[in-house]
């Protein structure tokens, strides 16, 4: 779907890059906060963001198009860089 039609305003759409971006910001926010708090700055860690394997779930139903969708947005989120191999497994 191009467009994702609000639950409980069903007037109000919004572009499906656009929610899952922002979600997919949010997500990336709240691990590096996690991890920080309880990891780095703990145990004294050192590491890059792009030594993270980030794994994301989807519905056994979705097409190929589909997750490449979902890898697409998620560079341009930030989670991942795109060019480092298995950064991202959709699953």
Do not use: C, Y
Request: proline share 2%; hydrophobic share 40%; no cysteine.
């Amino acid at each position: 779907k191009e467009q994702i039609t609000s639950t409980n305003n069903h007037q109000m759409t919004e572009d499906s890059q656009t929610v899952f971006v922002a979600q997919l910001k949010f997500l990336k926010n709240e691990a590096m906060t996690f991890i920080n708090r309880n990891f780095k700055r703990k145990k004294k860690m050192k590491f890059n963001q792009d030594e993270i394997q980030w794994i994301l779930t989807v519905p056994a139903i979705w097409s190929d198009k589909a997750k490449q969708r979902m890898k697409d947005w998620a560079i341009i989120a930030g989670l991942i860089e795109g060019h480092i191999p298995n950064q991202l497994k959709i699953v």
